[in-house]
């Protein structure tokens, strides 16, 4: 079986990573831990290249930073007998998440939910909701459970 983990750094992914690993799952799985950075805008960029001198450097900063990320969650999954690589890509998550499964022909995609609604939801968009309507094989959406009490 062949399983896209998408993750982002948040609390809702590191849900999605805890849900993966402790699952049970068929031998010879594949877990391919993908994280997108996603291209900093131009009135953005201007600030970025201020604020450090250089737009390259930042640019070195966050495939680092998202480099370190993949391979931290990965190793978090080991223990759990699943086969695991790494993916860092560049662009709209949307759309990678979506591209990286139909290319490496996956079998599942698994995300990470905020659980935006309403405003948020149509201001910030939703990745989990874009790549259900997209993906060419089944996704798998993980929010954390909401006590009563708290809701």
Known sequence: MKTVLAIDGSSYSEYAVKTVAERLWPSNTTVRVLTVIQDIPPPASELWYDASGSLERVNQELEKRAEGLVKNIAESLKP???????????????????????????????????????????L???????????????????????SRSAA
């Open 124 to 146: 910030l968009g939703s990745v989990s909701q874009s790549v259900v309507a997209h993906a060419p094989c089944s996704v798998e959406v993980v929010r954390p459970k909401i």
């Open 80 to 122: 759990s007998g699943l086969n695991v690589e790494l993916a860092v890509r560049h662009g709209d998550p949307r759309s990678v998440i979506v591209d990286e499964a139909t290319e490496w022909e996956a079998d599942l995609i698994v995300v990470g939910s905020h659980g935006y609604t309403g405003l948020k939801r149509l």
